[in-house]
């Protein structure tokens, strides 16, 4: 039965291997295609052309890829081209991937903007100086231009929103924040001095996810536990080139209070800490975004959170290294049960509230215990597969099939 269904469906036949041949040269993507249909139309055709024996060479199967992508991917080919000694399908897959991934983050972010059309008409009483000519005529002159920098109709590059916003740091919000606060009305429960160091810390420990960024790196070198030298530089958006000083280790406490520690660049002229998803996805780890909140796990475990402020994502934690982190960590209570959990080979909090009780722990009084990523880690185990065996005893009594579909067809 099975013989038959091979002979009818997937004959070896020259005119067969020329029209599979023929659907994969001539594939191409639409613009308003996804990466993701795209890929399982290449992986359909792939499929077909194994089931009838043809080997296509991995470099070949990625150049073909490449060469099906639409005109608005041209940048994306170049890179993929240039400056490497050899290609791979797995590695066009995984890119292409993460550029959908960063279009769809952009393109979430645009929605939430709100654009705002002014217009101005002329006055009759500026006198004859104007000769006829109104501002409102360089307003629909200007109406026609589009903006290279994000696409939109109304305005130049210089003029464009987006630029601006790029280009204010997170420095002169803290500024404006902290003088308007102690200009104001300063409230009963703090000073001056508190105010700018809220401000301050917010500006300097916080850290944006980033998929454009190449590398985990910072500006604010009072992060740093250790550092090791390195020289390089980094390309900006706006082809502005930074020069990383150093290379070294950061430590950031997360949104469930555990210490992570990550590897960074030292580069000065940047204007925020970014946490490159480029470099976690190389590291094993995956990251899903929905209702404005990116999500960044490690298999089960969900390892980092970030938040959608302002367009971009800001992670959920804060490095503690700083000097306004470390004096502020100070007066932080202590976490006894936590400390006695990780002192006595990470016990159950039944079994620290028996100690705290009989007095064995030094005076300590323990409570709730707080969720541990070591617990969860330590008690893990790999659960085999159950024997199973089957005999048949009529003809297509016990059948192993496939499933795809839809059919295109």
Known sequence: MWKMLE???????????????????????????????????????????QSIGVKVDD????????????????????????????ITLNNVKDNLQSKELKRRVVSSSNMDDVGLSVSRGSSMERGNSSKGHTRSNSLSKSKKVRCY??????????????????????????????SATVSGESSDEGDDGDVLTVSTTGFANTWVMDTGASYHMTFNKKLFNSFKEWNGSVKLGDDEELGVIDSGVVQIKMYDGMVRTFDAWYVPGLRKNLISIGTLDKQGYSFSGNDGQITVSKGALVVMKGKLQHGIYVMLGNSFQGTVSISHSLEQHVDNTKLWH?????????????????GLLGGAVTGKLKFCESCVMGKQRRLKFNHGKHTSTEILQYVHSDLWGPSPV
């Open 7 to 49: 002979d009818k469906f997937q004959q070896k036949s020259l005119t067969n291997r020329l029209y599979q041949k023929q659907r994969l040269y001539t594939l191409q993507m639409s613009e308003n295609m996804s990466v993701r249909d795209h890929l399982d139309n290449f992986n359909r055709i792939i499929l077909d052309l």
């Open 59 to 86: 470099e070949d199967l990625a150049i073909i890829l490449l060469c099906s992508l639409p005109k608005s991917y041209e940048n994306f080919i170049d890179t993929m081209l240039y400056g490497r000694d050899s």
């Open 149 to 178: 920098k994000c696409k939109e109709v109304g305005h130049i590059r210089k003029n464009s929103p987006q630029l601006k916003k790029d280009r204010n740091s997170n420095a002169s919000e803290a500024v404006v924040r902290s």
């Open 342 to 358: 990780c002192r006595l080979g990470h016990m159950s909090e039944r079994g620290l509230a028996v100690l705290s009780k009989q």
